[in-house]
């Protein structure tokens, strides 16, 4: 197994006042990629050609920045992103704003379109659906009932609120329905995943987004706060409505006899894969859990599941998740100066390094931790809860 990895290409200055990569995520196009890069804006590139097809710069002046990476939602056509615009005259005030365009024309600073202010901070955004348009990829094997299901879609955007609000925007940013997620002990949402479908015929649809939100609840119990949100139905009618699909209790991994880190662990990454999320705590503990999730469109369940890990592994060989939730200092060089101011500038940002997880295809999950200048990456398995294989890359 292979990943391939390139240099995208840079617009801004080096030094102290280059830019930083936020996120990357799917693009209009199959073969395509979005990439926010701080103080620049979004880029797409073609994944084949390891070009770069078009972009949106961020425009305005310099109390413009990301709060989020863009999204693309296939049902609408169109791209989201949130900014944040700092007050003139405050240090640390802001205002948070939601944007979305569509694919054409390139080249439309995002500060000059129309957005929608947020009540409050931003801690992710999804697309409310996902996958590939079903107008380009319905087959004449396509069920009717199917065809139905997905057009009735809405599209737009889920927003995630740091507080634990959880609302979703249509393209022009009005709020179609919102919901606030059970507060955990310090009220703030601590991870946010999608969930994916290891499923290759779904990936053909446009089908309705569901997340996971997960919040700390009960230290003395040993456990997290896991709620699904998705969409479901309103009765009489094809109108689909944000709601919470399931709560869920996420046990504390035991750690194994010797090694160190239970006191005080924290989830810092998760991803999940049809019923199985996978949590990356930080004691490098790697937790698989079977959530209580049907179809997408399954009726929701009333009652609060406690889980306990259905997977629990020790990732030895991987650096500390913990050591890797703020930039570690680089020692400049003649090599390495570039590395060094990139470095300098995500530290100032807060948004790199950050441990991420992902899913990889089929039930394979990849996991990424930075250290120092180079970045730890494995390649797990899901269903059997196995390391399939674990390599790092030097930086650039």
């Known amino acids: 197994m292979r990943i391939a990895d390139y240099e995208l290409c840079r617009h801004g200055g080096d030094g102290a006042g280059g830019a930083a990569v936020l996120g990357a995520s799917l693009g209009s196009e199959r073969n395509q990629a979005i990439v926010t890069v701080e103080k620049e804006g979004v880029l797409c590139y073609d994944v084949s050609t390891q070009n770069k097809v078009c972009g949106w710069p961020l425009g305005g002046k310099s109390d413009y920045s990301f709060a989020t990476p863009a999204v693309w939602d296939p049902s609408s056509s169109h791209y989201f992103a949130v900014l944040e615009q700092r007050r003139s005259g405050a240090s640390t005030s802001s205002d948070i704003k939601l944007v979305s365009w569509p694919t054409n024309p390139p080249g439309t600073p995002l500060s000059q379109l129309p957005t929608t202010s947020l009540p409050s901070a931003v801690h992710s955004i999804f697309p409310a659906t996902s996958c590939s348009v079903l107008k380009k990829n319905a087959t004449a094997d396509t069920d009717d009932d199917t065809v139905k299901t997905a057009t009735a879609i809405a599209g737009g955007v889920i927003v995630v609120g740091k507080s634990g609000t959880v609302s979703h925007h249509n393209v022009k940013g009005q709020v179609l329905s919102r919901i606030e997620a059970e507060k955990g002990a310090d009220g703030n949402?601590?991870?946010?995943?999608?969930?994916?479908?290891?499923?290759?015929?779904?990936?053909?649809?446009?089908?309705?987004?569901?997340?996971?939100?997960?919040?700390?609840?009960?230290?003395?119990?040993?456990?997290?706060?896991?709620?699904?949100?998705?969409?479901?139905?309103?009765?009489?009618?094809?109108?689909?409505?944000?709601?919470?699909?399931?709560?869920?209790?996420?046990?504390?991994?035991?750690?194994?006899?010797?090694?160190?880190?239970?006191?005080?662990?924290?989830?810092?990454?998760?991803?999940?894969?049809?019923?199985?999320?996978?949590?990356l705590w930080s004691s490098n503990m790697w937790t698989v859990y079977e959530l209580p999730l049907g179809a997408p469109g399954a009726p929701r369940s009333a009652q609060k599941v406690d889980l306990t890990p259905v997977i629990t592994r020790h990732l030895p060989g991987l650096p500390s998740a913990s050591s890797s939730s703020s930039a570690p200092p680089v020692t400049p060089g003649r090599t390495n100066k570039r590395r060094a101011a990139a470095m300098e500038v995500a530290a100032a940002t807060g948004v790199l390094p950050r441990v991420s997880c992902a899913w990889f295809g089929s039930k394979y999950l990849v996991v990424a931790i930075p250290?120092?200048?180079?970045?730890?990456?494995?390649?797990?398995?899901?269903?059997?809860?196995?390391?399939?294989?674990?390599?790092?890359?030097?930086?650039?």
């Open 189 to 279: 949402i601590l991870l946010s995943t999608v969930v994916s479908s290891s499923d290759d015929i779904s990936q053909t649809l446009a089908t309705s987004t569901r997340i996971v939100l997960v919040s700390a609840l009960n230290s003395k119990k040993g456990s997290f706060m896991g709620q699904i949100f998705g969409f479901e139905r309103a009765v009489g009618t094809n109108k689909r409505d944000l709601c919470c699909l399931a709560s869920v209790e996420l046990r504390i991994p035991k750690m194994p006899k010797g090694v160190p880190g239970e006191e005080g662990m924290q989830p810092v990454a998760a991803a999940c894969v049809d019923t199985r999320l996978s949590v």
């Open 371 to 396: 250290a120092g200048d180079e970045v730890a990456l494995a390649v797990l398995d899901a269903d059997y809860g196995c390391v399939h294989a674990s390599w790092r890359l030097e930086g650039a």
